[in-house]
């Protein structure tokens, strides 16, 4: 039986495309997937990130190759796929990890809210939807020719009214309805072989966030303070807690699981604040 619980979550043999993988939770998901045994196509912008990525998985004594790209340029993303399948020859799952918030599209307090930053509020989209769409049309072609995972990242914003992260959660909310669209059209034309699900993470602290969240002294600023306040745990999460989830669900463990969506979040979503 646990032999049999093992090969369940195993990801051995699986080439793995994974997208904003330089990033801090990227780093984590590449971690992951390198003790679940996946062979990984780590994706991103920065080159020295991505190298060291790739040379954590060697070292650990897994398979890996880096290829920078940018998410919203499908040429990047043709030319890609091109060395994927010259390198490994197949690609049996993609991690939409790219997206991220625009510092222009967060609405300050006491800005006016009739006067928004239109432009940055379409990048915030841009980033974070179709920089899992257009992944999604590229790689995930190959993954339907022999049946496969995709797994987006969403966001408690995407359900909760966080303030002033308006781009960033009217894109997040829209990754949770392509989710479950695009997991029945793939059922309706590739039956149970190709599932798309989501993982919701709370509040973890990144680059992107760290000045919002923290001082430089790393004592929680007023926000900081009010996410750990409507957290039951009463803490920030850690990246490497969302990796059960992600091997999870790209693991055989849920072969019957598409449209669905994970929170990994301290019970934050749980919690009126009451």
Known sequence: MVNQVESLFSLKNKVVVVTGATGVLGEAFINGLCA???TIV???RNEDA????????????????YIIAD????????DAHTEIMKTYGRIDALVNGAGGNIPEAVVQPGSDVFNLNI???????????????????IFGKEIAKH?????????????????????YSLAKTAIDSYTKWMA???????????????????FFITNQNRALLTNTDESLTSRG??????????????????????????????????????????????????
Request: proline content about 3%; some cysteine; hydrophobic content about 45%.
């Open 36 to 38: 679940a045994q996946a």
């Open 42 to 44: 780590v994706i991103g």
């Open 50 to 65: 991505a190298r060291q990525r790739v040379k954590d998985v060697t070292e650990a004594g897994g398979k890996a190759i």
């Open 71 to 78: 998410v919203l340029n499908e040429e990047n993303l043709n």
């Open 119 to 137: 432009n940055a509020l379409k990048q915030a989209f841009d980033l974070n939807l179709f920089g899992t769409i257009v992944p999604t049309q």
């Open 147 to 167: 049946g496969g995972s995709i797994v987006n990242i969403s966001s408690v914003s995407a359900s909760q009214a966080v303030t002033r992260v308006l781009g």
């Open 184 to 202: 029945v059209e793939l059922a309706n034309r590739y039956g149970d072989k190709v599932r798309m699900n989501a993982i919701v993470p709370g």
């Open 225 to 274: 303070q009010a996410i750990i306040t409507k957290t039951p745990f009463k803490r920030f999460g850690s990246p490497d807690e969302l990796i059960g989830a992600l091997v999870y669900l790209l693991s055989d463990a849920s072969k019957f699981v598409s449209g669905e969506s994970i929170t990994v979040d301290g019970g934050f979503c749980a919690f009126s604040g009451v």
